[in-house]
């Protein structure tokens, strides 16, 4: 019988594959993440201040981010939308809520111009409710 030597069996070596595809993976976890982060952001709005109040924790939701202009414009993300297309898409994305079996609640925050009046945000509220969408929030600035 032959036994091999140590000079022909080659080095041992590490799988590097699996580790770089997970690195991979974070990268772009990472730069979706902070897309969808400053997405809400990007209109310059003057929120109002809130005097009282808590700081919301993350939950795991489906949000719609909808803004209102100082020109009174409505904004969701950063396209300007007419309020009949508003709640054509406040609609669709509740039913595809349902559809879909997604446990997720969809969320609608109102980020508005502390000197809009409320006239500009009271069709948004009703259009919500007409939708079946309960879970409304605000965005302010804390003080």
Known sequence: MRIA????????????????????LLIIFFLVSSHLAQQEVQLAIDLPDASSGDRPEEENVRRIVVNVLPDRQIAVGTEIVAPARLESLLKYEQEKTRRTGDARPLEVRIRTDRLVPYQTVEPILLTCARSGIW???FAVAGK
């Open 135 to 137: 879970n409304v929030k």
């Open 5 to 24: 030597s140590n000079s022909t069996r080659g080095t041992i070596g590490f799988n590097m594959t699996p580790m770089i595809d997970v690195v991979f």
